[in-house]
């Protein structure tokens, strides 16, 4: 009689666990989550690949700086040069004097006018 209720135990807990099991995996299986799983492997390769692209370009940043001091030093130009100084120009002289949009003109802005 032990026996019997071993197997029968052992047989309930097994096919309890297979249950579960493919029940689990039918539930992967959906279309909305292999959606979902995709969406996610897509972010995290999209992040991984920022990051190595952030990487690349502050790595390009600091090669550049560095071969232009390496020329700089070969051609003998300083780092710092003086610049001269800022030119001031007008744009337009008596700006003021002249309006923008005279209101004695012969045109009518008008368009509902025949022409």
Request: no cysteine; glycine share 6%; net charge positive.
């Amino acid at each position: 009689m032990f026996r019997r209720t071993f197997w029968f135990t052992t047989g309930v807990a097994a096919g309890v666990w297979a249950t579960t099991k493919v029940n689990r995996k039918l539930r992967q299986l959906t279309p909305e989550s292999l959606a979902a799983s995709a969406a996610n492997k897509a972010l995290e390769t999209g992040a991984r690949l920022k990051d190595r692209a952030v990487g690349f370009a502050l790595d390009v940043r600091d090669n550049m700086a560095q071969r232009e001091a390496e020329l700089g030093e070969a051609l003998g130009i300083r780092d710092d040069p003086e610049l001269p100084a800022p030119r001031r120009y007008t744009a337009i002289e008596n700006s003021r004097s002249t309006p923008k949009h005279p209101e004695n003109t012969t045109y009518s802005h008008n368009r509902n006018e025949d022409h």
